[in-house]
């Protein structure tokens, strides 16, 4: 293979994997912008059904929801679910960061989730008290 050829191929590699790393170095802000967007599709509208469908169908999330309402200072959250692949891995980021954010995670990690539409993906989550 010719140098320029094999040149090319590096540029080209080096460019794809710096977008690939750019899409896990968002800031929250930017995840749940995404995320919004995301839930404007046909897809991400049914995969966000399907993620609270499951998500209120595990037999404990509620009774464990109202004990975080209960045993911490309870405050508006947003954030994202967090799909870094497409075999359903996530991880929850809540914001601001406090016992009640931390217990609601708690609550929200760990439950078996379908893939998503694609990786990397986001879904918001919200929670507002008046």
């Known amino acids: 293979m010719s140098t320029f050829k094999l040149f090319s191929i590096g540029i080209i590699s080096a460019i794809l994997c710096h977008k690939a790393l750019a899409t896990y170095n968002l800031s929250l802000d930017q995840m749940y912008?995404?995320?919004?967007?995301?839930?404007?599709?046909?897809?991400?509208?049914?995969?966000?059904?399907?993620?609270?469908?499951?998500?209120?169908s595990k037999g404990s999330f509620d009774s464990n929801m109202q004990s975080c309402l209960m045993n911490t200072t309870p405050t508006n959250v947003y954030g994202v679910y967090s799909f870094t692949d497409n075999k359903g891995a996530y991880k929850v980021i809540l914001r601001p960061k406090s016992d009640?954010?931390?217990?609601?995670?708690?609550?929200?990690?760990?439950?078996?989730?379908?893939?998503?539409p694609k990786a990397p993906y986001y879904s918001p989550f919200k929670i507002n008290f008046r």
């Open 33 to 56: 912008k995404l995320a919004k967007e995301n839930v404007q599709t046909p897809e991400g509208e049914k995969f966000d059904k399907e993620i609270e469908l499951i998500t209120r």
């Open 100 to 116: 009640f954010s931390e217990c609601v995670t708690k609550q929200l990690e760990g439950i078996n989730l379908p893939s998503p």
